[in-house]
Protein backbone atom coordinates (compact mmCIF):
# COMPACT_ATOMS: atom_id res chain seq x y z
CA UNK A 1 0.00 0.00 0.00
CA UNK A 2 2.41 2.48 1.20
CA UNK A 3 5.29 3.62 -1.42
CA UNK A 4 8.72 1.89 -2.11
CA UNK A 5 9.86 5.77 -0.45
CA UNK A 6 7.83 5.53 2.46
CA UNK A 7 8.40 2.15 3.34
CA UNK A 8 12.23 1.85 2.91
CA UNK A 9 13.92 0.51 6.05
CA UNK A 10 16.86 3.71 5.96
CA UNK A 11 14.48 5.20 8.65
CA UNK A 12 15.65 3.29 11.19
CA UNK A 13 12.46 2.87 13.24
CA UNK A 14 13.62 -0.65 14.58
CA UNK A 15 16.87 0.28 15.66
CA UNK A 16 17.66 -0.06 19.28
CA UNK A 17 17.88 4.03 19.31
CA UNK A 18 14.07 3.93 18.69
CA UNK A 19 13.13 0.92 20.36
CA UNK A 20 14.82 2.61 23.92
CA UNK A 21 12.73 5.17 23.26
CA UNK A 22 9.44 3.21 23.09
CA UNK A 23 10.76 1.05 26.70
CA UNK A 24 11.00 4.40 27.93
CA UNK A 25 7.66 5.68 26.89
CA UNK A 26 5.99 2.74 28.39
CA UNK A 27 7.15 3.48 31.60
CA UNK A 28 9.01 6.82 32.29
CA UNK A 29 11.14 7.61 35.44
CA UNK A 30 9.25 10.40 37.67
CA UNK A 31 10.84 10.78 41.04
CA UNK A 32 7.61 10.54 43.16
CA UNK A 33 4.88 8.79 40.87
CA UNK A 34 7.35 6.30 38.94
CA UNK A 35 10.53 6.52 40.74
CA UNK A 36 11.48 2.56 39.81
CA UNK A 37 10.50 3.85 36.18
CA UNK A 38 13.14 4.03 33.02
CA UNK A 39 15.42 7.00 33.03
CA UNK A 40 15.77 8.40 29.52
CA UNK A 41 19.49 8.68 28.76
CA UNK A 42 19.18 7.85 25.04
CA UNK A 43 18.44 11.48 24.39
CA UNK A 44 20.26 14.28 23.87
CA UNK A 45 18.42 17.00 25.62
CA UNK A 46 19.19 19.85 28.14
CA UNK A 47 17.36 20.67 30.72
CA UNK A 48 19.61 21.77 33.24
CA UNK A 49 18.86 25.52 32.73
CA UNK A 50 15.16 26.09 32.30
CA UNK A 51 15.06 27.74 35.19
CA UNK A 52 17.24 30.68 33.60
CA UNK A 53 15.12 30.86 30.34
CA UNK A 54 11.01 30.71 32.34
CA UNK A 55 12.77 33.55 34.07
CA UNK A 56 13.43 35.42 31.79
CA UNK A 57 10.06 34.84 30.02
CA UNK A 58 8.26 35.89 33.64
CA UNK A 59 10.18 39.59 33.01
CA UNK A 60 9.56 39.91 29.82
CA UNK A 61 5.74 38.52 29.33
CA UNK A 62 5.11 40.87 26.34
CA UNK A 63 7.10 38.59 24.28
CA UNK A 64 4.86 35.79 25.27
CA UNK A 65 1.86 38.30 24.64
CA UNK A 66 3.51 38.82 21.15
CA UNK A 67 3.47 42.84 21.59
CA UNK A 68 6.14 44.82 20.10
CA UNK A 69 7.13 48.26 22.32
CA UNK A 70 3.70 47.48 24.08
CA UNK A 71 1.69 47.54 20.36
CA UNK A 72 0.52 43.60 19.42
CA UNK A 73 2.20 42.22 16.39
CA UNK A 74 -0.19 39.74 16.32
CA UNK A 75 -1.29 40.47 13.06
CA UNK A 76 1.87 40.80 11.29
CA UNK A 77 3.15 37.76 12.96
CA UNK A 78 -0.40 35.11 11.95
CA UNK A 79 0.08 36.75 8.53
CA UNK A 80 3.76 36.19 7.73
CA UNK A 81 4.91 32.88 5.55
CA UNK A 82 7.90 34.71 4.32
CA UNK A 83 10.75 31.54 3.51
CA UNK A 84 13.49 34.08 4.25
CA UNK A 85 12.48 34.19 7.92
CA UNK A 86 12.21 37.24 9.75
CA UNK A 87 14.50 39.69 9.20
CA UNK A 88 14.71 40.86 13.16
CA UNK A 89 15.19 36.91 13.81
CA UNK A 90 18.08 36.09 11.77
CA UNK A 91 20.09 39.22 12.49
CA UNK A 92 19.41 38.34 16.51
CA UNK A 93 20.63 34.77 15.64
CA UNK A 94 24.06 35.67 13.71
CA UNK A 95 24.70 38.15 16.54
CA UNK A 96 24.44 35.31 19.08
CA UNK A 97 26.59 32.97 17.12
CA UNK A 98 29.22 35.54 16.38
CA UNK A 99 29.62 36.41 20.47
CA UNK A 100 28.94 32.69 21.43
CA UNK A 101 32.37 31.62 19.40
CA UNK A 102 34.07 34.99 20.96
CA UNK A 103 33.49 37.14 17.92
CA UNK A 104 36.43 35.20 16.14
CA UNK A 105 34.23 35.31 12.83
CA UNK A 106 31.73 37.92 12.13
CA UNK A 107 28.17 35.54 10.49
CA UNK A 108 26.41 37.33 8.37
CA UNK A 109 22.38 36.63 7.84
CA UNK A 110 22.52 36.63 4.16
CA UNK A 111 24.22 33.70 4.04
CA UNK A 112 21.97 32.04 6.98
CA UNK A 113 18.56 29.67 5.52
CA UNK A 114 16.11 29.28 8.70
CA UNK A 115 15.17 25.55 8.62
CA UNK A 116 12.75 23.56 11.23
CA UNK A 117 15.64 21.85 13.63
CA UNK A 118 19.09 20.76 12.56
CA UNK A 119 17.66 17.78 11.51
CA UNK A 120 15.57 19.50 8.67
CA UNK A 121 18.94 21.37 8.07
CA UNK A 122 20.92 17.98 7.82
CA UNK A 123 18.17 16.78 5.27
CA UNK A 124 17.92 19.91 3.32
CA UNK A 125 21.53 19.82 2.71
CA UNK A 126 21.81 16.37 1.53
CA UNK A 127 18.88 17.16 -1.10
CA UNK A 128 21.12 19.76 -2.35
CA UNK A 129 24.20 18.12 -2.39
CA UNK A 130 23.77 14.55 -3.46
CA UNK A 131 21.81 12.70 -6.30
CA UNK A 132 20.51 9.47 -5.14
CA UNK A 133 23.65 6.77 -5.14
CA UNK A 134 25.72 9.87 -4.15
CA UNK A 135 27.07 9.35 -0.28
CA UNK A 136 28.71 11.44 2.46
CA UNK A 137 31.67 9.96 4.06
CA UNK A 138 30.51 10.29 8.27
CA UNK A 139 33.52 9.35 11.18
CA UNK A 140 32.06 6.62 13.44
CA UNK A 141 30.90 6.38 15.85
CA UNK A 142 27.91 9.17 14.83
CA UNK A 143 24.87 10.11 15.65
CA UNK A 144 22.43 7.51 15.62
CA UNK A 145 19.97 9.92 13.28
CA UNK A 146 21.93 10.68 10.56
CA UNK A 147 20.27 7.21 8.36
CA UNK A 148 17.29 8.93 8.80
CA UNK A 149 17.88 12.74 8.33
CA UNK A 150 20.71 12.12 5.38
CA UNK A 151 19.30 8.64 3.32
CA UNK A 152 15.75 7.77 4.18
CA UNK A 153 14.10 10.72 1.64
CA UNK A 154 16.98 12.10 0.47
CA UNK A 155 18.09 8.68 -1.69
CA UNK A 156 21.78 9.34 -0.38
CA UNK A 157 24.40 6.56 1.34
CA UNK A 158 26.48 6.58 4.42
CA UNK A 159 30.05 5.53 4.20
CA UNK A 160 30.99 5.06 7.37
CA UNK A 161 34.80 6.50 8.53
CA UNK A 162 36.56 3.93 10.83
CA UNK A 163 38.05 6.16 13.50
CA UNK A 164 40.05 4.64 16.87
CA UNK A 165 39.43 4.53 20.29
CA UNK A 166 43.48 4.10 20.00
CA UNK A 167 43.54 7.79 19.12
CA UNK A 168 40.69 9.28 20.90
CA UNK A 169 38.71 8.68 18.07
CA UNK A 170 40.59 11.71 16.36
CA UNK A 171 39.92 12.31 12.61
CA UNK A 172 43.63 11.02 10.25
CA UNK A 173 44.52 11.64 6.90
CA UNK A 174 44.70 8.21 6.46
CA UNK A 175 40.97 7.25 7.84
CA UNK A 176 39.71 10.03 5.63
CA UNK A 177 41.57 8.38 2.58
CA UNK A 178 40.01 4.83 3.45
CA UNK A 179 36.54 5.88 3.86
CA UNK A 180 36.99 6.97 0.43
CA UNK A 181 38.40 4.00 -0.80
CA UNK A 182 35.78 1.89 0.76
CA UNK A 183 32.94 4.72 -1.31
CA UNK A 184 34.70 3.73 -4.75
CA UNK A 185 34.26 -0.13 -3.75
CA UNK A 186 31.03 0.14 -3.36
CA UNK A 187 30.32 2.24 -6.18
CA UNK A 188 29.44 5.09 -4.66
CA UNK A 189 30.44 8.98 -5.28
CA UNK A 190 31.78 10.33 -2.82
CA UNK A 191 30.40 13.97 -2.60
CA UNK A 192 31.43 15.57 1.20
CA UNK A 193 32.44 14.53 4.49
CA UNK A 194 30.01 15.20 7.57
CA UNK A 195 31.43 15.97 10.49
CA UNK A 196 29.72 16.49 13.92
CA UNK A 197 31.78 18.99 16.12
CA UNK A 198 31.51 18.84 18.93
CA UNK A 199 31.01 15.20 18.41
CA UNK A 200 27.54 13.35 19.52
CA UNK A 201 27.97 10.94 20.89
CA UNK A 202 31.65 11.07 22.19
CA UNK A 203 31.21 14.81 23.49
CA UNK A 204 34.65 15.95 21.98
CA UNK A 205 35.89 18.94 19.99
CA UNK A 206 37.55 18.73 16.84
CA UNK A 207 41.50 19.68 17.08
CA UNK A 208 42.40 22.34 14.45
CA UNK A 209 44.35 19.63 13.20
CA UNK A 210 42.49 17.03 12.59
CA UNK A 211 40.12 20.43 11.36
CA UNK A 212 42.75 21.19 8.53
CA UNK A 213 43.06 17.37 7.58
CA UNK A 214 39.73 17.75 6.64
CA UNK A 215 39.98 20.33 4.61
CA UNK A 216 42.98 19.53 2.88
CA UNK A 217 41.00 16.40 2.01
CA UNK A 218 37.89 18.24 0.81
CA UNK A 219 40.19 20.48 -1.55
CA UNK A 220 42.10 16.97 -2.61
CA UNK A 221 39.16 15.08 -3.31
CA UNK A 222 36.99 18.60 -4.70
CA UNK A 223 33.93 17.85 -2.55
CA UNK A 224 32.03 19.19 0.08
CA UNK A 225 32.55 19.38 3.96
CA UNK A 226 29.27 20.25 6.03
CA UNK A 227 30.34 20.39 9.54
CA UNK A 228 27.00 19.89 12.52
CA UNK A 229 27.76 22.27 14.99
CA UNK A 230 24.88 21.84 17.15
CA UNK A 231 26.96 21.51 20.12
CA UNK A 232 28.80 24.20 19.84
CA UNK A 233 27.78 26.29 22.74
CA UNK A 234 27.54 23.12 25.44
CA UNK A 235 31.68 23.12 25.45
CA UNK A 236 32.50 22.95 29.05
CA UNK A 237 36.08 23.06 29.48
CA UNK A 238 37.64 25.54 26.97
CA UNK A 239 41.41 25.39 27.15
CA UNK A 240 43.34 27.14 24.41
CA UNK A 241 43.77 23.06 23.14
CA UNK A 242 40.21 21.91 23.60
CA UNK A 243 38.31 25.34 22.92
CA UNK A 244 35.57 25.05 20.06
CA UNK A 245 37.12 25.89 16.99
CA UNK A 246 34.55 26.03 14.10
CA UNK A 247 35.31 24.97 10.27
CA UNK A 248 34.36 28.34 9.38
CA UNK A 249 37.48 29.65 11.50
CA UNK A 250 40.17 27.42 10.04
CA UNK A 251 38.98 28.11 6.71
CA UNK A 252 38.85 31.69 7.47
CA UNK A 253 42.89 31.43 8.34
CA UNK A 254 43.56 30.20 4.68
CA UNK A 255 42.92 33.77 4.08
CA UNK A 256 44.18 33.62 0.05
CA UNK A 257 42.35 33.31 -2.96
CA UNK A 258 43.36 29.23 -3.49
CA UNK A 259 40.91 28.25 -1.04
CA UNK A 260 38.02 29.99 -3.35
CA UNK A 261 37.10 26.94 -4.58
CA UNK A 262 36.82 25.38 -1.13
CA UNK A 263 34.88 28.45 0.78
CA UNK A 264 31.74 27.43 -1.77
CA UNK A 265 32.24 24.16 -0.53
CA UNK A 266 31.64 24.49 3.21
CA UNK A 267 28.77 24.19 4.91
CA UNK A 268 27.30 24.87 8.71
CA UNK A 269 24.71 23.28 10.53
CA UNK A 270 23.58 24.10 13.72
CA UNK A 271 20.08 24.87 16.07
CA UNK A 272 18.83 25.95 19.40
CA UNK A 273 17.60 22.61 20.63
CA UNK A 274 20.94 22.03 22.37
CA UNK A 275 22.48 25.17 23.38
CA UNK A 276 19.28 26.55 24.48
CA UNK A 277 17.83 23.32 25.22
CA UNK A 278 14.79 24.12 23.09
CA UNK A 279 14.40 21.11 20.40
CA UNK A 280 10.40 21.54 20.77
CA UNK A 281 10.72 25.05 19.21
CA UNK A 282 12.29 23.23 16.32
CA UNK A 283 14.75 26.13 14.71
CA UNK A 284 17.65 25.54 13.00
CA UNK A 285 19.83 26.82 10.07
CA UNK A 286 22.37 26.39 7.49
CA UNK A 287 25.21 28.62 6.85
CA UNK A 288 26.83 28.80 3.99
CA UNK A 289 29.10 31.00 1.56
CA UNK A 290 27.55 29.06 -1.18
CA UNK A 291 24.84 31.06 -2.97
CA UNK A 292 23.55 28.35 -5.20
CA UNK A 293 23.15 26.10 -2.17
CA UNK A 294 21.89 29.74 0.15
CA UNK A 295 19.28 29.71 -2.75
CA UNK A 296 18.29 26.25 -3.12
CA UNK A 297 17.76 25.60 0.70
CA UNK A 298 15.83 28.60 1.06
CA UNK A 299 13.22 27.44 -1.44
CA UNK A 300 13.59 23.95 0.75
CA UNK A 301 12.97 24.96 3.46
CA UNK A 302 9.20 26.03 2.29
CA UNK A 303 8.80 22.11 4.01
CA UNK A 304 10.64 22.74 6.88
CA UNK A 305 9.88 26.11 8.41
CA UNK A 306 10.05 28.20 11.59
CA UNK A 307 6.88 29.41 13.10
CA UNK A 308 6.84 33.12 13.03
CA UNK A 309 5.66 33.40 16.73
CA UNK A 310 8.61 31.36 17.41
CA UNK A 311 10.74 33.68 15.48
CA UNK A 312 9.44 36.54 17.12
CA UNK A 313 9.85 34.99 20.96
CA UNK A 314 13.13 33.91 20.26
CA UNK A 315 14.74 37.00 18.51
CA UNK A 316 14.07 39.28 21.76
CA UNK A 317 15.75 36.53 24.27
CA UNK A 318 18.69 36.32 21.77
CA UNK A 319 18.76 40.17 21.72
CA UNK A 320 19.28 40.24 25.25
CA UNK A 321 23.04 40.02 25.11
CA UNK A 322 23.40 39.96 28.57
CA UNK A 323 21.36 37.32 29.38
CA UNK A 324 22.37 35.15 26.99
CA UNK A 325 25.69 35.34 28.14
CA UNK A 326 25.12 34.98 31.83
CA UNK A 327 22.71 32.08 30.44
CA UNK A 328 26.00 30.11 28.25
CA UNK A 329 28.47 30.54 31.18
CA UNK A 330 25.52 29.16 33.76
CA UNK A 331 24.43 26.49 31.57
CA UNK A 332 28.32 25.20 30.92
CA UNK A 333 29.05 25.40 34.58
CA UNK A 334 25.78 23.11 35.15
CA UNK A 335 26.55 20.84 32.36
CA UNK A 336 30.22 20.16 33.01
CA UNK A 337 29.25 19.38 37.23
CA UNK A 338 26.55 17.12 35.98
CA UNK A 339 29.17 15.55 34.11
CA UNK A 340 31.82 14.97 36.35
CA UNK A 341 29.07 13.82 38.93
CA UNK A 342 28.28 10.86 36.10
CA UNK A 343 32.20 10.10 35.81
CA UNK A 344 32.52 9.61 39.45
CA UNK A 345 30.06 7.22 39.94
CA UNK A 346 30.73 5.35 36.80
CA UNK A 347 34.14 5.17 37.47
CA UNK A 348 33.50 3.65 41.42
CA UNK A 349 31.53 1.31 39.52
CA UNK A 350 34.34 0.08 37.58
CA UNK A 351 33.31 1.55 34.49
CA UNK A 352 35.60 3.91 32.39
CA UNK A 353 34.64 7.22 30.14
CA UNK A 354 36.19 8.58 27.52
CA UNK A 355 37.67 12.21 28.65
CA UNK A 356 35.28 14.75 27.07
CA UNK A 357 34.51 18.65 27.02
CA UNK A 358 31.67 19.30 25.72
CA UNK A 359 27.52 18.11 24.66
CA UNK A 360 25.44 15.79 26.92
CA UNK A 361 27.21 12.51 26.52
CA UNK A 362 29.26 10.09 28.22
CA UNK A 363 31.20 7.31 26.06
CA UNK A 364 31.18 4.34 28.54
CA UNK A 365 33.22 1.48 27.88
CA UNK A 366 31.40 -1.68 28.89
CA UNK A 367 33.28 -4.32 27.18
CA UNK A 368 33.90 -6.12 30.13
CA UNK A 369 30.06 -6.76 30.50
CA UNK A 370 29.94 -8.42 27.97
CA UNK A 371 29.12 -12.49 27.75
CA UNK A 372 30.56 -12.87 24.38
CA UNK A 373 32.39 -10.44 21.83
CA UNK A 374 29.66 -9.72 19.62
CA UNK A 375 26.64 -7.57 18.40
CA UNK A 376 24.19 -9.87 19.61
CA UNK A 377 26.05 -9.92 23.46
CA UNK A 378 25.90 -6.12 23.16
CA UNK A 379 22.02 -6.21 22.63
CA UNK A 380 21.50 -8.50 25.71
CA UNK A 381 23.37 -6.12 27.77
CA UNK A 382 21.82 -3.15 26.54
CA UNK A 383 18.19 -4.85 26.89
CA UNK A 384 19.33 -5.95 30.58
CA UNK A 385 19.82 -2.33 31.33
CA UNK A 386 16.71 -1.05 29.65
CA UNK A 387 14.59 -3.64 31.21
CA UNK A 388 16.44 -4.58 34.61
CA UNK A 389 18.50 -1.73 35.55
CA UNK A 390 16.28 0.77 33.90
CA UNK A 391 18.15 3.00 32.14
CA UNK A 392 17.80 3.35 28.13
CA UNK A 393 21.58 4.25 27.16
CA UNK A 394 22.57 3.64 23.42
CA UNK A 395 24.72 0.84 22.55
CA UNK A 396 27.65 1.62 20.67
CA UNK A 397 26.86 -0.57 17.35
CA UNK A 398 23.90 1.86 16.99
CA UNK A 399 26.34 4.09 16.32
CA UNK A 400 28.07 1.93 13.64
CA UNK A 401 31.13 1.21 15.65
CA UNK A 402 32.99 -2.25 13.50
CA UNK A 403 32.14 -5.36 15.00
CA UNK A 404 36.48 -5.35 15.55
CA UNK A 405 36.31 -2.59 17.89
CA UNK A 406 34.56 -5.35 20.16
CA UNK A 407 36.38 -8.26 19.91
CA UNK A 408 38.65 -6.95 22.72
CA UNK A 409 36.13 -7.36 25.47
CA UNK A 410 36.94 -10.58 27.66
CA UNK A 411 33.95 -13.09 28.19
CA UNK A 412 32.46 -11.97 31.31
CA UNK A 413 29.02 -12.95 32.14
CA UNK A 414 27.09 -9.99 33.68
CA UNK A 415 27.02 -10.88 36.73
CA UNK A 416 24.84 -9.68 40.13
CA UNK A 417 28.08 -7.79 41.22
CA UNK A 418 28.39 -6.23 37.63
CA UNK A 419 25.24 -5.14 37.12
CA UNK A 420 25.04 -4.14 40.74
CA UNK A 421 27.72 -1.64 39.82
CA UNK A 422 25.79 -0.25 37.12
CA UNK A 423 22.85 0.25 39.74
CA UNK A 424 24.48 2.38 42.17
CA UNK A 425 25.26 4.97 39.35
CA UNK A 426 21.61 4.60 38.69
CA UNK A 427 21.25 5.52 42.35
CA UNK A 428 23.02 8.17 42.03
CA UNK A 429 21.28 9.56 39.46
CA UNK A 430 17.69 9.56 41.24
CA UNK A 431 19.30 10.76 44.42
CA UNK A 432 20.20 14.10 42.37
CA UNK A 433 17.16 14.24 40.33
CA UNK A 434 14.97 14.16 43.67
CA UNK A 435 14.01 10.60 43.55
CA UNK A 436 14.59 8.19 45.96
CA UNK A 437 17.59 5.35 46.02
CA UNK A 438 16.33 2.04 46.77
CA UNK A 439 17.39 -1.65 47.75
CA UNK A 440 18.16 -4.51 45.26
CA UNK A 441 14.83 -6.27 46.56
CA UNK A 442 12.57 -2.81 45.28
CA UNK A 443 14.78 -3.28 42.13
CA UNK A 444 14.24 -6.82 41.16
CA UNK A 445 10.39 -6.60 41.73
C1 LIG B 1 24.47 15.88 15.84
C2 LIG B 1 23.00 16.19 15.79
N1 LIG B 1 22.50 16.75 14.70
C3 LIG B 1 21.17 17.01 14.62
C4 LIG B 1 20.31 16.71 15.64
C5 LIG B 1 18.85 17.07 15.50
O1 LIG B 1 18.60 18.29 16.16
P1 LIG B 1 17.25 19.13 16.04
O2 LIG B 1 16.44 18.86 17.27
O3 LIG B 1 17.68 20.58 16.00
O4 LIG B 1 16.56 18.73 14.80
C6 LIG B 1 20.80 16.12 16.80
C7 LIG B 1 19.89 15.76 17.90
O5 LIG B 1 20.20 15.02 18.80
C8 LIG B 1 22.18 15.85 16.88
O6 LIG B 1 22.72 15.30 17.97
Known sequence: MLSRKASKDSHGQDSSYFQGWQEYEKNPYHPIQNPMGIIQMGLAENQLSFDLLESWLRRNSNTMALKKDGVSAFKDLALFQDYHGLPAFKEALVNFMTSMRGNKIKYSSDKLVLTAGATAANEILMFCLTDPGQAFILPTPYYPGFDRDLKWRTGAEIVPMHCSSSNGFRITRCALEQAYQLGQELNLKIKGVLVTNPSNPLGTTMTKTELNHLLDFAIDKNIHIVSDE??????????????????????????????????????????????????????????????????????????????????????????DAKFIKKYMVENQRRLKRRKDMLVRGLRKAGISCLRSNAGLFCWVDMRHLLSSDSFEAEKELWKRIVCEVGLNISPGRLNRKRRRRIARCRRLRLNKNLLSGVTMVIDEIRRCSGGSSFSDEQRQK
Not at 283 to 291: K, M, P, R, T
Open 230 to 319: IYSGTVFDCSSTTGFTSIMEVLNERNNNNYNNIRNHIHMVYSLSKDLGLPGFRVGLIYSNNEKVIAAATKMSSFALVSSQTQFMLSNLLS
